[in-house]
């Protein structure tokens, strides 16, 4: 299978050394999303090509190797002179990462129709976080998630800084949810997403059973933190997989990690959603243990897994 991965690569700006010191250097990381869970899939073995916006520039110039080392196809970026987005990344006193961000007018957020490639029904669409609900290319990049035949998933990952009209956003985020289940894709989000998404739900599961039969989506995946996740399936039956012990460092590039872990099983074996789900915590708690995005991988993954099975 040919994993396809479209979105935003940006440039993380993080503080060199212990979250509760006073930052002397900033140090420039490869990151955004989507290329996050690229260059995770990648090493974990997968086939994978990013669908992005990459600027010419010194940044853009950096993304490109970062993906290409990691053995990422860049034949479907997508070239261009627009300066590369950046990432202001703090971090509290346990390593969770918070962002604010420098986006106007820079590379990620202007797809133009004509940008998108064919994909086949055999190819697998990954997309998601921010470039998907803001900036005038999200319009055209929602119509092409609408025209694909390609298997879909989506990875919501609110940035609640870059769009704060909840209603606004919930709305994006429902319209993609909708074109996600016309081919009874998958959607994932933290509970954190939920929580900020949806305030009048008390239970991120129960907001999950009702997207999952609203929008005809196979399956709606929670991450909650370091208690693990948990899949609700399209008869609303959940599945749950706990979370891994684990020292953070940081918690930059979890979840993506976490999706491209779990994508990488589950379309391996569709009928283990549990084996997927401890693959997906595997990948991002080795991750966490890690400065930055810096996913496993295959063999490091199932080390872990085994090692957790035969404790």
């Not at 060199?16 to 995770?40: C, D, L, Q, R």
């Not at 627009?82 to 604010?100: C, N, R």
């Not at 990954?126 to 998933?153: C, D, M, N, Q, Y």
């Not at 810096?294 to 490091?300: S, W, Y």
Request: proline fraction near 4%.
């Amino acid at each position: 299978m040919r994993f396809v991965v479209c979105g935003e690569a940006l440039i993380d700006l993080m503080p060199e050394g212990v979250p509760s010191a006073a930052p002397g250097k900033w140090i420039a990381h490869s990151g955004g999303g989507p290329f996050n869970t690229a260059t995770a899939l990648a090493k974990l073995g997968e086939d994978t090509h990013f669908l992005g916006r990459l600027s010419t520039d010194a940044f853009g110039q950096q993304l490109r190797h970062h993906l290409l080392a990691a053995g990422v196809g860049l034949d479907l970026a997508v070239s261009t002179e627009e300066a590369t987005s950046l990432a202001i990344v703090s971090l509290d006193q346990e390593g969770k990462a918070t962002y604010s961000f420098h986006f106007d007018q820079t590379s990620n957020f202007q797809w133009r129709a004509g940008e998108f490639p064919q994909l086949h029904a055999d190819d697998w669409l990954h997309f998601g976080s921010i470039g998907s609900v803001i900036g005038p290319g999200a319009a055209v990049l929602t119509e092409f998630v609408r025209s694909t035949p390609a298997a879909l998933s989506f990875d919501i990952n609110v940035r609640p800084s870059t769009l704060p009209d909840r209603e606004v956003y919930a709305d994006q985020v429902e319209e993609l949810m909708r074109e996600v289940g016309r081919n009874a894709g998958i959607v994932k989000a933290s509970d954190e997403d939920i929580l900020w998404l949806a305030d009048d739900e008390a239970d991120p599961v129960q907001y999950a059973r009702r997207c999952v039969d609203e929008f005809g989506l196979s399956m709606f995946v929670i991450t909650v933190g370091a208690e693990g996740a948990v899949a609700v399936l399209s008869d609303g039956s959940t599945i749950g997989s706990p979370g891994r012990r684990v020292s953070v460092v940081d918690t930059v590039g979890a979840g993506d990690t976490f999706m491209a872990g779990f994508l990488s099983a589950y379309t391996r074996d569709r009928h283990d959603v549990r084996r997927a789900l401890e693959h997906g915590i595997a990948a991002a708690a080795i991750v966490c243990g890690r400065q930055g995005a810096q996913p496993p991988t295959r063999d490091e993954v199932a080390a872990l897994v085994g090692a957790a099975q035969r404790s």
